[in-house]
């Protein structure tokens, strides 16, 4: 019996960085993008999901994972990285809607979180060169 899942691409410029980065940060989580040189393939098991099950997601591909969210067998928490993009503002209002609204989905977290005190939203730091960090 196969596992249905969700699969999208997108790229990536950080493949060879080593230290803390957005791809390190990606592959510690339970549902990490497969990497192939610049470019990310998600394919989010939707099934086999347990509770608080991490899923991460750059930010251009947020939209896409908010389309399938309940299609989780399990409520998950989000990791959202990758870009500048602020959250909410900086995303369509459905998506977030979904998102923040979905029993699916424990929490959300974000670089450039612009929401204070929602149960959901949680901030992750910046600060850190995330993109050129392999180039030293």
Not at 39 to 66: F, M, Q
């Amino acid at each position: 019996m196969s596992t249905p899942s969700m699969s999208i691409q997108s790229t990536h410029d950080e493949a060879s960085c080593s230290y803390v980065s957005t791809c390190g940060l990606s592959l510690v989580c339970d549902q990490p993008p497969t990497y192939f040189g610049r470019e990310i393939k998600y394919s989010w098991n939707t099934t086999d999901t347990k509770h608080g099950t991490t899923v991460y997601v750059h930010c251009r591909n947020l939209p896409n994972l908010a389309q399938g969210v309940h299609l989780f067998a399990a409520p998950i928490v989000i990791v959202v990285n990758g870009d500048d993009n602020l959250f909410p503002s900086d995303y369509p209002q459905d998506c977030i809607k979904t998102l923040i609204e979905s029993p699916k989905v424990l929490a959300i977290y974000a670089q450039n979180m612009c929401v204070v005190g929602h149960p959901k939203c949680k901030h992750l730091p910046i600060g850190l060169d995330y993109h050129t960090l392999h180039q030293t």
